[in-house]
């Protein structure tokens, strides 16, 4: 089915460990975001995209780097982690500008940092 | 730079009743307004949401919602809730300008009772 797709669904890390979060999409979406959902603080916005090769930051870009290569795909990298990032990581996708269309949202990793 | 209050965190009701979530924004532009609803262990799913047309936006599973510019609000509703409604729901923002931006409320719960 045509979507976002998120892996892993589940990360285990220890401090200082990095790892990449993957994100694809096959909807040819200009747009593509990273959010990290923590209790009580709704969604917040780590990185986007507005196309190929172009990312800028977001409110809590601290931590994370991003690349964008190609349209169908935006890769979140932890440098090192921190227990602080323990949260569940949504990456989302849209065509024409979120407000017209809504994003599409991945199932979510769920990272724990230890 | 926008922003989203849902106030409530939790919401309660029996089967068969109203639901009401509550969802006020901050923009300094005209806004374009979303609700989306997580399932446990899901992503977000889009609502319903409000792009400057008409004021009353119907969305899926019987919700709709009003955009009230004088009170700067963006209510939900269903006239009557079922099992199935239980769920966090979100509140959106996001300004013409950045419309690759969305910014969530904390989020509310809502629990069913049979």
């Known amino acids: 089915n045509a979507g976002v797709t998120q892996t892993p669904k589940f990360q285990v890390l220890k401090t200082g460990q990095s790892m990449t979060l993957q994100c694809a999409q096959d909807?040819?979406?200009?747009?593509m975001s990273w959010y990290r959902q923590d209790p009580g603080m709704g969604l917040r916005l780590i990185h986007y995209s507005v196309g190929a090769g172009i990312t800028d930051q977001g409110e809590v870009p601290n931590g994370y780097n991003v690349s964008r290569s190609t349209t169908e795909d935006f890769p979140l990298r932890l440098l090192s982690a921190a227990p602080s990032q323990t949260s569940v990581y949504f990456c989302?996708?849209?065509?024409?500008?979120?407000?017209?269309?809504?994003?599409?949202f991945g199932s979510g990793t769920r990272l724990t940092v230890v | 730079a926008q922003s989203v209050t849902q106030l409530g965190s939790h919401v309660s009701v029996s089967e068969g009743a109203l639901v009401l979530l509550r969802c006020n924004y901050s923009?300094?532009?005209?806004?374009?307004l979303f609700w989306y609803v997580q399932y446990p262990n899901q992503g977000l799913q889009l609502l319903l949401k409000?792009?400057?047309?008409?004021?009353l936006v119907k969305g899926i599973n019987g919700f709709e919602a009003e955009f009230k510019k004088s009170e700067t609000s963006f209510h939900l509703t269903k006239p009557s809730a079922h099992m199935s409604d239980a769920a966090e729901y979100f509140c959106?923002?996001?300004?013409?300008?950045?419309?690759?931006?969305?910014?969530f409320g904390a989020g509310t719960t809502v629990t069913v009772r049979a």
């Open positions: 409000y792009t400057s047309a008409a004021t």
């Open positions: 909807m040819n979406h200009e747009y």
């Open positions: 923009s300094s532009v005209p806004p374009y």
């Open positions: 959106a923002v996001t300004e013409g300008s950045n419309d690759y931006k969305l910014s």
């Open positions: 989302a996708s849209s065509s024409q500008g979120g407000r017209n269309y809504g994003y599409t």
